[in-house]
Antibody, heavy 121, light 113 residues
Framework: QVQLLQSGPGLVKPSQTLSLTCAIS??????????WNWIRQSPSRGLEWLGR?????????DYAESVKSRITIKPDTAKNQFSLQLTSVTPEDTAVYYC???????????WGQGTLVTVSS | DIVMTQSPDSLAVSLGEKATINCKSS????????????LAWYQQKAGQPPKLLIY???TRESGVPDRFTGSGSGTDFTLTISSLQAEDVAIYYC?????????FGQGTKVEIK
């Protein structure tokens, strides 16, 4: 059974960088038929897909236009995990952040436990 | 981007009665090469992440009770709970995974009348 375990701080100051990590068990970050996503959820924006990485002879990355200039998703094959960095955060980035496995057949089939990240001084 | 619109925003149904949630996509999510609709339904209970219920518009995920049924094709989809149970109180979301960015409906809150 696939499990995704998130870690990272729950409080980030405005203008700083939000950093979260998602450790994968039961699957491999470099398996070619899966994509590894970050999705966030807030009352004002609902469920918002932020981006993904996946491996297919090379690493690929897709990012939402709304955060494209500020986001980096990185795989770490040695630790079998992937990470999210979101720079220059504002209070509007306050949300519950989820790491999610995406399969071509089923969509978002496994979710991390969620991390509430609050942007506040 | 594909816009997903759900209706209604909320509904209250008596225990044992049927609940119906609709989802409309702004463009077709039917993939012609395999004739499958890249549409999923999720259930989210308070304090938990969303849980996959239905994929390919009508295929139940393993372990999901058969009172949950997905239907529809192209741009119009429905999730039906045939006989509402107390444990079905949740918010339900549709999602298209036909293209990026992945997009979700705004959610439908299901309560007991």
């Amino acid at each position: 059974q696939v499990q995704l375990l998130q870690s990272g701080p729950g409080l980030v100051k405005p203008s700083q960088t939000l950093s979260l990590t998602c450790a994968i068990s039961g699957d491999s970050v470099s398996r070619s038929s899966a994509a590894w996503n970050w999705i966030r959820q807030s009352p004002s924006r609902g469920l918002e897909w932020l981006g993904r990485t996946y491996y297919g002879s090379q690493w690929y990355y897709d990012y939402a236009e709304s955060v494209k200039s500020r986001i980096t998703i990185k795989p770490d094959t040695a630790k079998n995990q992937f990470s999210l960095q979101l720079t220059s955060v504002t209070p509007e980035d306050t949300a519950v952040y989820y790491c999610v496995r995406d399969s071509p057949r089923k969509g978002s089939d496994f979710w991390g436990q969620g991390t509430l990240v609050t942007v506040s001084s | 981007d594909i816009v997903m619109t759900q209706s209604p925003d909320s509904l209250a149904v008596s225990l044992g009665e049927k609940a119906t949630i609709n989802c409309k996509s702004s463009q077709s999510v039917l993939y012609s090469s395999n004739n499958e609709n890249f549409l999923a339904w999720y259930q989210q209970k308070a304090g938990q992440p969303p849980k996959l219920l239905i994929y390919w518009a009508s295929t139940r995920e393993s372990g999901v009770p058969d009172r949950f049924t997905g239907s529809g094709s192209g741009t119009d989809f429905t999730l039906t709970i045939s006989s509402l149970q107390a444990e079905d109180v949740a918010i339900y979301y549709c999602q298209q995974y036909y293209s990026v960015p992945r997009t979700f409906g705004q959610g439908t809150k299901v309560e007991i009348k």
